[in-house]
């Protein structure tokens, strides 16, 4: 029989802050975090709305160790993310690493912790690149592709490339954490940071750690990042204004505003978090995973793909959709998507998904790509412990769907369903159980 | 080990700088050809490096059924959808009528390319020089007509998976990691793991991956990691020699079939190999230096061993594997400290255990590499010949195993070990054995 494993620390960052309490707050009270972009000027882009993090909340060189301080020069802004989240997660599941108590004993061996991370595709900055690029610019404009190689290129830092490789967030958590176990990254956009979970689910199962960090974290505020989504159709005008920005479900809606942030979790081997005295907040039911095969595309999306694996995830974990009290689908007002998942809960869940409990996070967050899923995970498990759900933001006159606005209200489920449907047609279901 | 699930590989394939099929390939491995040549995809006449093992002469739209259903594909798309075709096709899963949701797919996808002219001639337009950063309106303006929003979509490192789910009807658990030059090692690794829990009877694996453009090359170079051999470029990638510099960029796809034993018996499918064994760690060291004792790689092919049930204390006189296909990259450091791991881990037996790599021919395809070295193993088990390490005329004194120089070997051999490790920490190394 396989190990039990469960969630046993939440760290997720979003644009309310670093940690579940500043997130949990905003999303009780009905708060959005959607507001003008700040990191650039978007003014002309399609859409001019962003969910990132304040400038003040997130000061990467005061949550490394002293002695990793050098290595935030290279550092991306997802880099960063992931590092917070990863504070975060540890010190909610009270597990202390060479990275947050290097005069401590660890309470996990290195080589039993594992790391998987979600990530994007990660622009490079585009202002360091292009302070090297304009070096090789002549007179008349154009570009000199010769000099470039003999001279441009030598004003770019010699670690500029490991600034945007994928899987730098994991190596940069796994150096900081020493976590010696496997180590992945998965590149599925919204479904990163749920496969990045399966994954770490399997490595313990199969015995190859206790432990594992996982989620994943993404920033697309950046001119090439919304250049894309708004080209591929994903992104609303923002013509309702922040507070109506981002409507799923809803028959007016008209795509998401990208957030940033995601974060990590410490899923746990039931046993191994027992033996250390500590309790896991949730347990991981079931997790099903499929691929879309009829559209894909930038915004597509499939309800029988979405509704296959909702059922994968109900039958690993022994459940009837009955079971199910309340729903976390991706909800990110980009309608095609909105109507694959709407189809899949229909599939599932028959009449009784218009009376469905639905926690909608993108209004309140945006869509925070490959670390999307993280957040998602984090306030399913908050739900749990606190018998609570979240205030839905959103209008009225939602088609069968119970996703109305609504406050925050006690309703103690036992069992959340969490969905992705990602760019690129990866869909997950993952069933999470209170662990008492 | 006894009662559990074994994976076999039921199909291969490849699009390599030598070649786009299994057997002339193979047969140009033997020979101890290389394909390395000046780099024409670009103007890198005066880049520190001026030459790479490229893919030439290849036309994606002749392994799909039809290629308008894919629009526009990035390069490692169409890689990987060529190399996909043969193993699919060698394996016999058009006749097998096979459940498509009990088909999945694990690639280990990078990035694509990025329209570099484009990107360039849209931040030089948009730079402001007083202020030494891109105007973002005027970057958004430019944008518009020259970064082709579909393309740069098809750039990203799920599209590869995403196609070859559209073309074989994959509708299985899917995921795709990038973990740098270890990620297809860890992709059959994990795809592996995912029969053996019973979440699919077939997974397709594999890697495909191309960095050979601008900013590929030109991050390499920064990092000193390529070759600068311009002035003998047959023999810049020379392995374990005492004069390497570097490793040779390549490019390409290596895609396998893997199913349970028991699915491909049942539909008498033919059987490469069998995948014993997997071991995955992370350095957990620092960003760009592997520790000096190989303490990641080490780990990775004590669990790689371990896992195939192959205890080294019982092997005193035959070694239980008789072939390494060693990660090899021609890097001072690399090749040291995995000579290092490996005689740490064999002991007395290393130096009876030929070990080559196949990257002094073919260059290093990066996400690739650990897929197309996998698939070497394979053949070198079928023909019982030991494809040669080139260039190997200077040895290295301080490297002192058998590296295979310069000619192939014929030799039996039941059980490979193939490593891979990653820019970033990840170590993967895979066990495949005979199978009769």
Redesign the interface.
């Known amino acids: 029989m396989s190990r039990t494993v469960g969630i046993s620390g939440i760290g997720p960052v979003s644009t309310f802050g670093i940690g579940i309490d500043p997130l949990w707050e905003a999303l009780l009270a009905g708060r959005t975090g959607i507001d003008t972009v700040g990191q650039?000027?978007?003014?002309?882009?399609g859409c001019p709305l962003a969910a990132e993090l304040g400038p003040d909340m997130l000061s990467i060189r005061s949550i490394v160790p002293k002695h990793y301080r050098k290595?935030t020069k290279?550092m991306c802004r997802d880099i960063e993310l992931a590092i917070a989240g990863a504070v975060a997660a540890l010190d909610d599941a009270a597990l202390t690493t060479a990275g947050t108590d290097k005069d401590s004993p660890p309470t996990i061996e290195?080589?039993r912790m594992?790391?998987q991370i979600g990530?994007g595709?990660i622009c490079?900055d585009?202002?360091e690149?292009?302070?090297a690029?304009?070096t090789s610019?002549l007179e008349d404009?154009s570009?000199d592709?010769?000099?470039?190689?003999?001279e441009g290129?030598?004003n770019?830092?010699?670690?500029?490339?490991?600034k945007s490789?994928?899987?730098?967030l994991?190596?940069?958590v796994?150096?900081v954490?020493?976590?010696?176990?496997?180590?992945?990254?998965?590149?599925?956009?919204e479904s990163s940071a749920a496969?990045s979970l399966a994954?770490s689910v399997?490595v313990i199962?199969?015995g190859?750690a206790d432990a594992c960090l996982s989620g994943g974290a993404e920033s697309r505020q950046n001119?090439?990042a919304f250049?894309?989504q708004?080209?591929?159709g994903r992104l609303t005008d923002g013509a309702r204004g922040a507070e109506q920005a981002v409507l799923p479900f809803h028959p007016d809606a008209d795509g998401c505003v990208l957030g940033e942030g995601g974060g990590l979790v410490v899923v746990e081997a039931v046993d191994h978090a027992a033996a250390r005295g500590r309790a896991v907040d949730a347990i991981i039911e079931g997790v099903g995973?499929?691929?879309?095969?009829d559209d894909?595309?930038?915004v597509g999306a499939s309800g029988e793909?979405i509704a296959?694996a909702i059922e994968q995830a109900l039958s690993q974990a022994g459940l009837d959709a009955d079971a199910i009290d309340a729903v976390i689908p991706f909800g990110s007002g980009i309608a095609a998507i909105d109507t694959a998942e709407r189809d899949a809960l229909h599939r599932v869940f028959g009449d009784r998904a218009a009376e469905l409990e639905l926690v909608l996070l993108v209004p309140a967050v945006g869509n925070c790509c490959s670390g999307h899923g993280s957040i998602q995970l984090a306030v399913a498990v908050q739900c749990l412990k606190t018998g609570m759900l979240p205030a839905r933001r959103g209008s009225e006159a939602i088609d069968g769907l119970n996703a109305a606005p609504l406050d925050a209200r006690q309703t103690n489920p036992r069992h959340m369903l969490v969905l992705s449907a990602?760019?690129?047609?990866?869909n997950t279901a993952v069933i999470l159980g209170g662990a008492s | 080990m006894s009662d559990r699930t074994r994976v076999v590989v039921t199909g291969a394939g490849w699009i390599t700088p030598l070649g786009h099929d299994l057997e002339s390939v193979w047969a140009r491995l033997q020979n101890g050809e290389t394909a390395v040549s000046p780099i024409d995809r670009f103007q890198a006449g005066s880049f520190p490096t001026t030459f790479a093992n490229q893919v030439r002469g290849y036309d994606w739209t002749t392994s799909v059924k039809d290629a308008d259903r894919h629009g526009v594909i990035g390069a490692h798309t169409g890689f990987a959808l060529g190399a996909a075709r043969q193993a699919w096709s060698m394996a016999g899963l058009d006749e097998a009528a096979a459940d498509p949701r009990r088909i999945g797919i694990y690639l280990a996808s990078g990035e694509g390319v990025l329209d570099f002219d484009s990107y360039q001639r849209t931040s030089l337009s948009a730079w402001n020089k007083d202020l030494r950063a891109i105007n973002d309106s005027q970057w958004h303006d430019t944008a518009v007509d020259a970064i082709d929003g579909a393309y740069e979509l098809a750039q990203e490192p799920n599209m590869p998976m995403a196609h070859i789910a559209r073309e074989f009807g994959i509708r299985g658990p899917a995921f795709n990691c990038l973990t740098a030059c270890a990620a297809s090692n860890q992709a059959i690794g994990e795809a592996c793991d995912l029969i053996r829990r019973g979440d699919a009877d077939v997974m397709i694996s594999g890697g495909t991956h191309t960095m050979l453009h601008v900013l590929g090359i030109t991050g390499f170079n920064r990092l000193t990691a390529l070759s600068t051999r311009n002035d003998d470029i047959p023999r810049a990638s020379r392995p374990f020699s005492r004069s390497r510099d570097g490793f040779v960029m390549g490019e390409g796809s290596g895609i396998i079939v893997l199913e349970s034993e028991a699915h491909a018996r049942a539909r008498g499918a033919q059987i490469l190999g069998e995948v014993t064994g997997y071991g995955s760690t992370a350095d957990a060291y620092r960003i760009t230096d592997i520790h000096p004792e190989g303490r990641g790689p080490c780990a990775a092919m004590r669990e790689a061993l371990a896992d195939a049930g192959i205890d080294l204390s019982h092997s005193t006189d035959a070694p239980p594997v008789q072939y390494i296909s060693a990660h090899g990259t021609g890097t001072q450091e690399n090749d040291k400290i995995e000579t290092r791991a490996v005689k740490t881990v064999f002991g007395d037996l290393a130096p009876s255990i030929p070990m080559t790599s196949i990257k002094s021919m073919m260059g290093h395809l990066i996400c690739a590499a650990g897929a197309v070295e996998f698939i070497t193993c394979l053949l070198i088990m079928r023909d019982g010949v030991i494809p040669p390490t080139i260039n190997l005329n200077d040895p290295d004194p301080d490297l002192d195993l058998d590296y295979v120089p310069n000619e192939a070997r014929s030799a039996p051999v039941d059980t490979c070990l193939s490593n891979a490790f990653g820019f970033g920490g990840q170590n993967d190394t895979l066990i495949v054995s005979r199978v009769d």
């Open positions: 650039f000027d978007a003014s002309a882009f290595a290279v290195p080589h594992g790391c990530a595709l490079s585009v202002n690149l292009g302070a690029l304009v610019q404009g570009f592709l010769d000099h470039w190689g003999r290129m030598q770019l830092t010699p670690l500029w490339l490991l490789l994928p899987n730098m994991a190596c940069h796994t150096i954490h020493d976590c010696r176990g496997p180590s992945n990254t998965i590149t599925c956009w496969l994954e399997r199962q199969r190859a001119v090439l250049h894309r708004a080209e591929a995973i499929t691929q879309t095969i894909w595309t930038g793909s296959d990602s760019l690129g047609g990866q």
